[in-house]
Structures are given as structure tokens and as C-alpha cells.
């Protein structure tokens, strides 16, 4: 019988799928092969960080270690929503490591930044995968990170968070 999933505490993800002790509960190993496939984030950005999940297939990012499970109200940071048909990173995981991901990521102009930001959606080309990607804009020599975005039928629609939209 399988251990069950306690929504008010952090347990560490297990590093492999056959290390699973809860039905459901994804693994380090699967986290990291996502982030690597879906947007070119070598597994060796995350060398230093733990991953726990807590509640129903949230994920979150810790820089360092921790007893497991732990009972607190936070640490670290949200980073991927799992148990559902697609995988969503958080605005806050993009913000972080954004800059190191080489796939899945659209360069927005100052106009379309500024409506992403604002989380209006908008008729956007974009030549490559639907679904999740990467948001940004260039600032001076660099590709700053906005965000996580839904790209579906011509359409980015942003994933921005209510409460941290700006009119920029």
C-alpha cells in the first residue's frame, strides 16, 4: 500500500519514479527531464536545489537541503503545477531560470511586454511548440523573463497572476 499525499506538509520528490511512495507523485528525475525537454534547461542548473511537493502536485524549489517531510507553511519557491493533462510552470520559476532555458521562449516587443505584463492576451506568430513558454524582452544585452504564457491557436495569452499585473 502506498504512502498518502498530505497536503500540509513538504515532502521531498523522490529522485526516481521507482523510488514513488505516493500514487501520483511525480519525481526529480521527471521534473528535471520536463525542464530539459520543454524549454533546454540543463538538470545541472538545479544541482544545488531540492524539490518538494506539497499539496496536490505543487512543486516547489528549495536551495539547499531539508529534513523530509517537514511540516512549515513555505519554503523556497512554486515552481510547476503537476497532476493535470499539462505541466505549468509558475511566473516565479520563469522570473528565476528563465534565462537559462534555450527552448520554448518568445522574445515579445516594448508593446507586447507591456500588454503581457498587463495580462491581456494578444494575436502573436510564433514558429514554435504550442502550449507553456517563456515570455521575455530584451533589455539592454540580455532577454529578461516576464513571465509564463499560453500559446494556443495564434493566440499568447498570459499566465501572469492577477495580482502581480502592471501597467507598464
Not at 51 to 67: H, L, M, S, T, V
Not at 78 to 88: A, D, F, I, S
Request: charged share 35%.
Amino acid at each position: 500500500m502506498s504512502e498518502q499525499n498530505d497536503g500540509q506538509r513538504f515532502d521531498r520528490l523522490p529522485e526516481t519514479p521507482d523510488e514513488r511512495t505516493v500514487e501520483g507523485r511525480v519525481s526529480r528525475e521527471e521534473v528535471l527531464e520536463y525542464f530539459e525537454d520543454r524549454f533546454a534547461i540543463p538538470p545541472a542548473t538545479f544541482d544545488e536545489h531540492t524539490f518538494w511537493e506539497k499539496g496536490a502536485g505543487k512543486i516547489w524549489i528549495y536551495c539547499g537541503d531539508a529534513p523530509t517531510p517537514i511540516e512549515i507553511e513555505a519554503m523556497g519557491m512554486t515552481c510547476l503545477r503537476t497532476r493535470q493533462e499539462h505541466w505549468k510552470p509558475t511566473t516565479d520559476f520563469a522570473q528565476r531560470f528563465g534565462r537559462h532555458a534555450e527552448a520554448c521562449v518568445i522574445e515579445l516587443e516594448r508593446e507586447e511586454a507591456r500588454a503581457f505584463a498587463a495580462g491581456e492576451d494578444q494575436e502573436l506568430e510564433w514558429d514554435g511548440d504550442w502550449g507553456y513558454l517563456i515570455a521575455g524582452h530584451r533589455i539592454a544585452d540580455g532577454l529578461e523573463p516576464l513571465g509564463i504564457g499560453l500559446y494556443v491557436h495564434g493566440e499568447l495569452r498570459s499566465m501572469v497572476p492577477k495580482g502581480r499585473q502592471r501597467e507598464l
